[in-house]
């Protein structure tokens, strides 16, 4: 199993309409999560962090962890074609090892 | 902004050279990063460092090895360069945990990524 998943996609979602991506982690010992989004050829960029139980919210975005599922989402509001995009979830322990442990991505694509 | 630079965008190199991967942050941080990535594979670490001198192995660190001789540049080179090393690497770099933070708020930053081609 996998420390971090997600599902691969293709996710295809219309022009605003909300995209929601999902990814689950076995490391319980994990508090610290991390959306990148990257574009083909570009290296990931951070779209948002999250490390409490709840909701977190930046303009379109928002971040939802639950850590009594093992569960991380992304909402991304009004969808743009521009959005189209590999996201990335990684998960980060506070202690000992402070790499991230990085989900493969789910490929979205926002429909015009 | 953070910047991270790493060296060359993209480098062609022949089975058995000894290549040399440069990565440079000006954020004053403590820890960097080396990790490569595969298609369905995803993002995998091959070293990390959380000081100067200091390097950690990551969950593929053979055929690799990593220099970090100053705070701002991290080094990754491969020993003997072979074909199944042909991928892309990226570097990253985060500073400590804050105090007032949770210890949690320190996101890695990337560089532009140096893709590999071993021939």
């Known amino acids: 199993q996998k420390e971090v998943e997600q599902n691969s996609g293709p996710l295809s979602v219309p022009e605003g309409a909300i995209a929601s991506l999902n990814c689950t982690y076995s490391?319980?010992?994990?508090?610290?999560f991390f959306w990148y989004r990257q574009y083909s050829g570009k290296s990931p960029e951070l779209i948002m962090f999250i490390y409490s139980n709840g909701d977190k919210e930046d303009g379109r975005f928002t971040a939802q962890l639950n850590k009594a599922s093992q569960y991380v989402s992304l909402l991304i509001r009004d969808s743009q074609p521009s959005d189209s995009a590999t996201y990335l979830c990684a998960a980060r322990r506070d202690t000992g090892r402070r790499a991230l442990t990085f989900g493969s991505g789910t490929r979205l694509q926002v429909q015009p | 902004d953070v910047k991270v630079t790493q060296s060359s965008r993209y480098l062609v190199k022949r089975t058995g050279e000894k290549v040399f991967l440069e990565c440079v942050q000006d954020?004053?941080?403590?820890?960097m990063f080396w990790y490569r990535q595969d298609p369905g594979l995803g993002l995998r670490l091959i070293y990390f460092s959380y000081d100067v001198k200091m390097k950690e192995k990551g969950d593929i660190p053979e055929g690799y090895s990593v220099s970090r001789e100053k705070k701002e540049r991290f080094s990754l080179i491969l020993e003997s360069a072979s074909t199944n090393q042909t991928s892309m690497y990226l570097c990253?770099?985060?500073?400590?945990?804050?105090?007032?933070?949770?210890?949690?708020?320190?996101?890695?930053?990337f560089g532009d990524g140096t893709r590999l081609s071993i021939l």
């Open positions: 490391d319980r010992g994990s508090q610290s």
């Open positions: 990253a770099s985060s500073g400590l945990p804050g105090r007032d933070d949770g210890g949690s708020n320190q996101p890695q930053h």
């Open positions: 954020m004053d941080h403590e820890n």
